[in-house]
């Protein structure tokens, strides 16, 4: 013989039921993260880009290295950016740049990135950014990255605080500035939709009214 549930236990299962639907809701909703537009600092490491922990004022590469940048529109975090799109080849970059005694040579390649990276503005309509390059620099074998950079690309632009802006004076304007978040709730802050958290508390409040119902009725 099955029993019918009591009207109690039903609505406290809906109420269970709504909740954890609510905390799904909470937990699993996409958030779509915050772009920035910058130059990315790369290094060349058994045959692929690798995202550079240190920034170029502090590392120190090696003689017969390849350092990377690229200039795209990335996600926070450093691992998800737009790596540079050419191979770092330091015999094909270093061959015009002979090895001198006391000195190191470093390879730098430059992605200037697409049309849709580049800032409002910072290019006339239809035109494309600067191709991408490739370049030896020979340098004291103290030299950091920055001043590897600094003997091949310039003009450089630092912010006030030391953000590297631009790389051979491109962009002219504009500092890692962050984008608006893409995707279906791109006009919201990211977070879950609030559609479906409003009908998880909907659903979860008449669940409650059942629970004072059956209480009414003992």
């Given amino acids: 013989m099955i029993r019918q549930a009591r009207p109690r236990a039903v609505a406290a299962t809906l109420v269970a039921t709504a909740l954890l639907g609510l905390l799904g809701a909470l937990t699993a909703a996409p958030a779509h993260a ?8 790369w290094k060349w490491s058994a045959g692929a880009w690798t995202y550079q922990q240190q920034g ?31 191979p770092g080849d330091f015999d094909a970059a ?4 002979p090895a001198q005694a006391g000195r190191k040579r470093v390879a730098v390649v430059l992605d200037f990135g697409t049309a849709a990276d580049a800032p409002p503005g910072a290019l006339p309509d ?17 030299a ?3 001043e590897v950079l600094a003997a091949l690309a310039p003009p450089l632009r630092y912010d006030g ?4 802006c631009a790389i051979a004076g491109y962009p002219k304007a504009g500092c890692g500035e ?20 409003a009908g998880g508390a909907v659903v979860a409040v008449l669940a409650a009214g059942a629970v004072w119902q059956a ?4």
């Fill in 34 to 41: 915050t772009g920035y537009r910058y130059w990315s600092f």
């Fill in 126 to 142: 239809g035109a494309a950014p600067p191709a991408p390059r490739t370049g030896c620099a020979s340098v004291a074998t103290a």
């Fill in 215 to 218: 209480r009414r009725r003992r």
């Fill in 94 to 97: 270093c061959a015009a740049t």
């Fill in 56 to 86: 170029p004022a502090l590392y120190v590469p090696p003689d017969g290295s390849v350092d990377g940048w690229r200039f795209a529109v990335s996600p926070d975090g450093g691992r998800d950016a737009a790596r540079p799109g050419s």
């Fill in 178 to 197: 962050a984008l608006a978040p893409s995707g279906p709730d791109s006009g919201g802050s990211g977070g879950p939709d609030l559609g479906l958290i």
């Fill in 144 to 146: 950091s990255s920055a």
């Fill in 161 to 164: 605080a030391g953000i590297l």
